[in-house]
T-cell receptor, first 112, second 116 residues
Framework: DQQVKQNSPSLSVQEGRISILNCDYTNSMFDYFLWYKKYPAEGPTFLISISSIKDKNEDGRFTVFLNKSAKHLSLHIVPSQPGDSAVYFCAASHDSNYQLIWGAGTKLIIKP | KAGVTQTPRYLIKTRGQQVTLSCSPISGHRSVSWYQQTPGQGLQFLFEYFSETQRNKGNFPGRFSGRQFSNSRSEMNVSTLELGDSALYLC???????????????FGPGTRLLVL
């Protein structure tokens, strides 16, 4: 049972345009969400997070949106740059045990 | 500050063997989590240790075990290896609760295990 789903295995975006990565979850108890980025041969690195008390969090070119009623979050990257090409994972947790539940990842390819 | 280190980086084993992977967390971090990453499956949580105690465990068979030492270093052991155990094994450290508030996990580069 996948509680966190990233339905797009890959996404290709033109450099300079907006990249939108999506993540859906099924557990309404989740109250904290994170995005990680992973380059080949490296471990994932933390990108941005959002608490369920917010519906938007912004950090430079990265913005995460949370729609609790739809159990959906998205990561917007604008403008997209070649260095953004990586695999992006979303993860969720709830305060009963803080265990992170991860999605399968979306491979983002930024075309020059 | 040194990051999370994992040894070895690459490993080739045969079915039926056992393997031990090592993880050294960031200095001061007391939480260590282990994940298995396979293509299309994302990160599958194995277990998390905090102050030498297993605090959380994922849905993996008993062949997968781990431990944490007093210096927070952690080891993961897989016994009776199967072909399906071929994966990237990632270790992550955090100060305390990795999923709470702004507490983020810092990942090592992983150990790539190939079972033949």
């Amino acid at each position: 049972d996948q509680q966190v789903k990233q339905n797009s295995p890959s996404l290709s975006v033109q450099e300079g345009r907006i990249s939108i990565l999506n993540c859906d979850y099924t557990n309404s108890m989740f109250d904290y969400f994170l995005w990680y980025k992973k380059y080949p041969a490296e471990g994932p690195t933390f990108l941005i997070s959002i608490s369920s008390i917010k519906d938007k969090n912004e950090d430079g070119r990265f913005t995460v949106f949370l729609n609790k009623s739809a159990k959906h979050l998205s990561l917007h990257i604008v403008p997209s740059q070649p260095g953004d090409s990586a695999v992006y994972f979303c993860a969720a947790s709830h305060d009963s045990n803080y265990q992170l539940i991860w999605g399968a990842g979306t491979k983002l390819i930024i075309k020059p | 500050k040194a990051g999370v280190t994992q040894t070895p980086r690459y490993l080739i084993k045969t079915r039926g063997q056992q393997v031990t992977l090592s993880c050294s967390p960031i200095s001061g971090h007391r939480s260590v989590s282990w994940y298995q990453q396979t293509p299309g499956q994302g990160l599958q949580f194995l277990f998390e240790y905090f102050s030498e105690t297993q605090r959380n465990k994922g849905n993996f068979p008993g062949r997968f075990s781990g431990r944490q030492f007093s210096n927070s270093r952690s080891e993961m052991n897989v016994s009776t290896l199967e072909l399906g155990d071929s994966a990237l094994y990632l270790c992550a450290s955090a100060l305390s609760f990795p999923g709470q508030g702004s507490e983020t996990q810092y990942f090592g580069p992983g150990t790539r295990l190939l079972v033949l």
